[in-house]
């Protein structure tokens, strides 16, 4: 249990935790899953990879690994986003080992015994063992000793923690050296000859100036302009993999939200004038507020405009009041009565160094230690000798936590803005008992601490009936079939929102969350379907049809039909468009006369280069044609994505500014992003299907 105690203290107060290929560990809680587990056909897995089925157990289990390490880490800590952050770390990590490590060693690649151990324990140290912090001596540096002990002691531990924390270490080690092998053959491959290097520093530094006379296409239709069905086919057949497609549904949904009644807010007001006057008069406003508030008392020191995220009216009057104790402010459903506590010259920060103490007699050590720093001690020094975190070192000295905030700080820290300059004292947080030392500070400004009584309007049990009522009697006219449930939308006059292409993964419908049970509804059922009342947070009541299912694979041609009409109508439009303006500039041989013609004028443009056009606000065709046209010439027309152009090189210029380290750092760049797209594309390949979303 030391060891364990040990790691969790190095990996506490301001440590990163590096893990390798981004595999963050996460807690979660399994249990969240089960009823939705229970709800599904067993012939369900959670995914494919390959050949390979992945179960439910299966991901489980890794979710459970991540789980193991993470609670060895960060003393089990969860939220929300850790949960989700959990699921696809323990999801990618099972895609690297079985495709990625798959596919190197089918390669040719392998990471031996030897190479592990050189890597673990030789003198080739992975950056997960040398920058560890588990392994860190009282400087921050890698210590073979702390190491040695920690392999040691993982036999001994009970708990199996160390273990699989090794066994995580090694693992990810592995991982790295097949990734950095199995890379290095596209960022070896990647030769930058000198014909390809002359050519991007010739593309780099040739410029053209350029004047033209450009015509938009605008936004009228062109009736004359047709595309048939038969073209439309043609366009798909050709392009079928543009409209590949993941598995989707079409449906429909209304929503009830439960909102307060005018009653409702008018007895919230009420109640929270009744507690007006006992506010102004408490001696004790933190338990007076978590008696009566819906907001808790802060300590924190507001500055001007701070307040205006609570309510405009509440800011305005703490700074422009001139009282103690506001009336009641009304901000739509909330309700607040304001109270200023103090009023102080406050810095925005502080920097703070710190020696944390821990066990039975960490007051009176601390207590000893103030006296030795009044007495002209060495504050690193000290830190070096007695403190718990060894992690600590802003600015190369041993304690020194830097610069901290009101909204970056350690929890518990908060006296320091108001605490005395260069004279330690001792506080206690979660972490221990601190020696703290305040060294310097920022410019003190105007800062208030504010107490506030709130009150948010909550819909009473006969609103919330009354809606249920309304979403019950649209359920009952809709129950049955689509054209009922059309018939009902129009009956009540109620807005249905239109959702195509509704993904699996979705917990999210319009502005409200939660919404996983309308999804697995959706997906439990057939077109025509139409759902009971789901209630989502206990204040929104849906109730859904499902239109149409969208298989996964290729998508129909007449779902897409309108999408490549619009695309053939284009390219039909573009080229009568251009051929117009040819038939009417034919025999103008200047861009003036061209211009008057067409009753637009000449536009000038220098410095125009082919190989950064996305950076130029010019239409890509446009450029392209530039780069490759005559000095001196009238071109065009040129049918671009914008418009129709006419146009002459007035000169071209060869610079020097691009070298031909910009050439080699240009293609480095290329070859990065094919090492990015490395696993993405072998997902692709071996057809990985991710279910998840049927579960979570």
């Given at each position: ?20 290929l981004?595999l ?71 895609i ?13 690649i ?63 080690i ?74 989707s ?87 607040y ?11 925005d ?10 066990g ?7 207590d ?20 718990d975190d ?51 500070k ?13 009150k ?8 919330f ?44 419908l ?80 200047t ?59 007035t ?37 990985v ?8």
């Open positions: 249990m030391a060891v364990l105690e040990k790691i969790r203290v190095k990996f506490g107060i301001a440590a990163s935790i590096i893990i390798a981004g963050l560990s996460f807690i979660i809680d399994p249990q969240e899953v089960v009823s939705a587990f229970q709800n599904m056909s067993s012939k369900y897995d959670v995914g494919k990879i390959g050949k390979k089925a992945i179960s439910y157990n299966d991901f489980q289990a890794e979710v459970d690994r991540m789980t193991t390490i993470n609670e060895l880490l960060s003393n089990g800590q969860q939220n929300a986003q850790a949960q989700e952050q959990a699921r696809e770390s323990a999801w990618q990590d099972l690297f080992r079985n495709l990625f490590v798959k596919n190197a060693k089918a390669a040719g392998s990471v031996g015994k030897d190479e592990m151990v050189d890597l673990t324990t030789g003198t080739n140290l992975s950056p997960l063992i040398s920058q560890n912090p588990a392994f860190s001596d009282a400087s921050g540096n890698y210590s073979r000793d702390a190491f040695l002990s920690f392999i040691q002691n993982k036999n001994s531990d009970e708990t199996g923690a160390l273990q699989a924390y090794w066994d995580f270490l090694q693992t990810n592995s991982n790295n050296q097949y990734f950095e092998k199995y890379s290095s053959l596209f960022s070896s491959s990647s030769d930058a000859n000198p014909v390809l290097i002359k050519r991007l520093v010739a593309e780099n530094n040739n410029t053209a100036d350029v004047n033209f006379v450009m015509i938009p296409y605008g936004y009228q239709t062109d009736s004359s302009i047709v595309v048939s069905d038969e073209e439309i086919k043609k366009y798909y057949d050709t392009h079928k993999k543009f409209f590949k497609q993941k598995e549904r079409d449906m429909e949904y209304v929503v009830f939200e439960v909102t307060p009644s005018a009653a409702d807010i008018a007895a919230t007001r009420k109640e929270i004038t009744e507690l007006h006057d006992e506010f102004a008069k408490s001696d004790n406003v933190k338990s007076f507020l978590l008696k009566n508030s819906d907001r808790p008392y802060s300590a924190y020191w507001y500055k001007k405009g701070d307040l205006r995220t609570v309510a405009p009216s509440v800011d305005d009057f703490v700074w422009d009041g001139g009282a103690e104790i506001s009336d009641v402010i009304a901000n739509g459903k909330n309700f009565v304001v109270r200023v506590v103090d009023s102080k010259m406050i810095p920060s502080a920097y703070v160094s710190h020696i944390l103490l821990r039975t007699n960490a007051k009176a050590q601390a000893s230690l103030v006296g030795v720093l009044n007495a002209g001690g060495d504050f690193a020094t000290l830190a070096g000798q007695y403190s060894k992690n600590s070192a802003v600015d190369g000295k041993l304690g020194n936590l830097g610069w901290m905030t009101q909204n970056y700080m350690i929890p518990g820290f908060e006296g320091i803005f108001t605490a005395e300059t260069g004279k330690p004292y001792v506080m206690t947080s979660q972490y221990g008992t601190h020696v703290v030392l305040v060294s310097k920022s410019q003190p400004i105007a800062k208030k601490q504010v107490a506030i009584l709130e948010e309007t909550l819909a009473s049990k006969e609103t009936n009354e809606f249920y009522n309304r979403a019950n009697k649209f359920a009952t006219m809709a129950s049955g079939s689509y054209d009922n449930y059309r018939k009902a939308v129009d009956t009540l006059k109620v807005y249905s929102h239109p959702m195509n292409k509704f993904p699996e993964s979705s917990n999210k319009g502005s409200i969350e939660n919404t996983k049970e309308v999804t697995r509804w959706v997906y439990d059922n057939k077109p025509g379907k139409v759902s009971p009342i789901i209630t989502v947070d206990n204040n929104y009541f849906f109730v859904t049809v499902v239109k149409g299912i969208n298989k996964e694979g290729y998508a129909d041609v007449k779902d897409v039909s309108s999408s490549i009409r619009q695309q053939l109508y284009t390219e039909k439009m573009t080229v009568k468009k251009a051929q117009e303006i040819k038939d009417k500039i034919a025999g103008l041989t861009l003036e006369a061209i211009a008057e013609k067409l009753g637009t004028s000449v536009t000038s443009k220098s410095g125009v280069a082919f190989s950064s056009n996305a950076t130029q606000g010019l239409d890509p065709k446009f450029i392209g044609a530039v780069s490759v046209s005559p000095e001196g010439k009238v071109c065009g027309p040129i049918a671009g994505n914008m418009g129709v152009y006419v146009y002459e090189v000169a071209k210029n060869t610079g020097s500014f691009f070298t031909e380290d910009d050439a080699k750092s240009r293609l480095a760049q290329q070859a990065a992003y094919m090492t990015q797209a490395i696993i993405p594309i072998m997902m692709d390949d071996a057809d299907q991710d279910n998840r979303a049927r579960f979570y």
